[in-house]
């Protein structure tokens, strides 16, 4: 019988046996658009130079910036190496290390709906992998203006940069940055556009906070663990409160927050991820689609907020001149590039219900904000009281048991309970007990970006967002937008102040106290 | 208040500020537990009234190491104080001093605080250490499982091989959820052998290597080139293998070419020693094929793991994983320019630290000291030893 060659590259290694933790991604090439710009000068070519630090990226990777503004790859690699030294979870940027991980940086001028552009680049990346043996596996990396994005597939598409998956052939994968549309048909808009030149399976919408290490560990509390997931119902829960608070104002980009504000800025896609997270069914597996399956569940079960009671459910609040960290700083309406009279909410806090069997009548409270006190974010599961209270007779407050499981900083879980005060009266005390990440494990979780690309390079989709998760997220949060609308019309436009520094105007607090409820201070 | 009673207060306030602040404070071995108990109750009432909250003891290992002698005493517990910002721990250590003055055992507690940057202390661990002279090691066995915290795992660091053996066999074996040794420490492949026997007396019991740990970033990079595009095929055809390792360090490199032979189904054939000082083996491969091996003695800059490169000829074709500095290495192979890696200069307790982790099950660690105990059965200088 004549033996059939089988080529060596597709001999597995034995050598990976007992390596396997190391995920380490086929040879591949990273295409930026937007390399001139600061997301990938502040965190992805820092998050590179980090993994390749890890050694968790092949051996043969090159990444390739491309951009409006014109630079030659030497300018290009000065200011990614200032970007990491700055920037780079592994520092200070080791010399050698960054002179073998320079040689693979280049850069090539060009706009974003120019098809030559896009044929000088084919000619380039072909040139690029010739010269470094590299097999032909790209990821576009959109971190380009939003406008940017149907041009830049579109492109892709026209020079055949971006073929669909086939068996045995090199891959191609997109990454797309946030915001993923302003709104439900936008959003729809940009999924047809993109479908039109790629596979689901191609398109990674990168949400950074999916990337986080509590958010991954949330799936691992509560799907590993046993004594956790029979508490996590409507039997046990009372409430859930998912806090994103930030210190800092606009920084400088207040004519895009102008569009977008904070309901679009972090809870269409940051806080609802997180929401979708905590309050999903068990997947059948952790792979990508059966987790953003149950995800998808979530969001498609977010009850309306009804017209009659809006304001009941939603609140939302501009930041007036106040405090941040002994600073004065100036109220929303004063900072650059934001119009004197804006109605743009840098604050919302919402009330809202998922319909389902496991969560029926358990109220989510989620809120967002800029300027407020600390930076934080974080999920608190507050449990119902005792059924009976056998020791608050005599006027002592117990409190209930909260499970809060921080997102950022500080990564960790901790859980409160009464403890009895050591004496002979029965005097009942609140103690933590506390998980942290850095003290427990004595390493420093990775960046988000680090993980997220290294899982789009080896093809993993868990932590990035769908196309339908999108569109239910934008459906719930749209009708949010329209009954705004709808106010402003009609000169009705309810925008209290709260000042800088505080933890957001009364209304979110009276809010809460309407249902005999307090926001946790995180 | 009587003088008597106010001495007493004065020497409890003394042992609690020395006990926060790290230091050894001698206790009788059988009041240990009722001692730390004492000292964690009035650090929590003084940490209580500066933070507001209560202190917790925590503990996600009983770790115990037995020592010998007063200067591997004193760089065990610095090795204690170097794991515990990492994994807290109730350190266990004993101490066999032959040269020590009293006939019975004698105990010391102290605390291992890490602090939170800004001077917040957040992990809060202990340690205990008993020491006796020669004989003592018959107490030791109860000891522990006197001072074990329940429902806590126990790991036992066994890096001595001058220990009483029937200490860890007899005494600490039997409560022990994790064993790690040391190949590193091992003078010879002889030792290797001990090792092994001892792994075998373990089982089922998991057993870390802290020697092997070490090599993992050498076999990550010498593995990683065999991925695709490359694939398994070079490594099927392989003819020669030369690692290169630091005098004293041949157990390090026996062990590399264990985990070649024992992946790669390579079947022992002979050895030699070479004119170089160095050793010859030869294999068969698993289609017929021969492999020559070679563990090459030399100088250069090296790491605990005493690895300074390792050759792999296939064909015309050669695969090179070399040390250029202590933390450098460079990576070549046929089809790419060669590059140069950064490799991670890990501590002794950080080592540790990955042996109580998910690392510290490896089940290909026993198969390689296996097959490395052969390999040293071949070694002819062995022939009068075996």
Redesign the interface.
Known sequence: MEKIAVPSSALPNPLREGLAEERIPEPATMVIFGASGDLARRKLLPALYSLTRDRLLPARFAVLGFGRHAQDDDAFREEMRRGCEEFARRRPVDAPLWAAFARNLFYQQGAYDDPAAFQRLKTRLEEIERTLGLPGNRVFYLSTPPSAFAPVIRSLGQAELAPQPAPGKPFARVIIEKPFGVDLETARALNRQVHEILDERQIYRIDHYLGKETVQNLLVFRFANGIFEPLWNNHFVDHVQITGSETVGVEGRGGYFEQAGSLRDMVQNHLLQVLSLAAMEPPVAFEADEVRDEKLKVLKALRHIPESDFDRHVVRAQYAAGSIAGRAVPGYRAEPGVNPASTTETFVALKLFIDSWRWAGVPFYLRSGKRLPKRVTEIAIHFKEAPHLLFGRRGETIRPNVLSIRIQPDEGIALNFGSKLPGPAMEIAPVSMEFRYGSSFGVEPPEAYERLLLDCLLGDGTLFTRGDEVEASWSWVSRIHRRWAAEAAAGKTTLPAYAAGSWGPEEAERMLAADGRAWRLP | MSDQTQNLGDAARANFERFARGEPIAVDVGEIERELGSLWQQASSAGGSQTG??L?RAA?WNLVLPTRGREELAKTKALVDAIA????VRAITLCLDDAAGQSELSATIESNV?S?PGGGR??YSEEITLVGPAGAEAHFGAMVRALQVPGVRTATLWMNTAMPAALLTRELLPVTHQLIVDTASCTGPLHLQDLQRLASRAHPLPVADLGWLRL??F??????????????????SATRLEVKHRKGGDVSALLIVA??GQ??GWRPLRSAETPAGGLRFDFERVDGGSVEAFLVPGAGPCDQSAILSIELASGPDEYVVSR?AID?AR?Q?P???A????LDAYSDADIC?AALG??GH????ARCLEYAGRLWSLEPRNADRR
């Open positions: 909250a209560a917790a996600l910002p990492a994994v807290p890490v939170r957040v992990v993992a970033s076999r990550l990079l010498f593995a990683g080139m065999f991925d695709p595009p490359v694939g398994g095929g070079p490594l099927r985990w070649l992946l790669l250029d450098e990576v192979l089809i790419a320019p590059r140069t890696v950064k630290v998910p690392r490896d089940p290909l660690f």
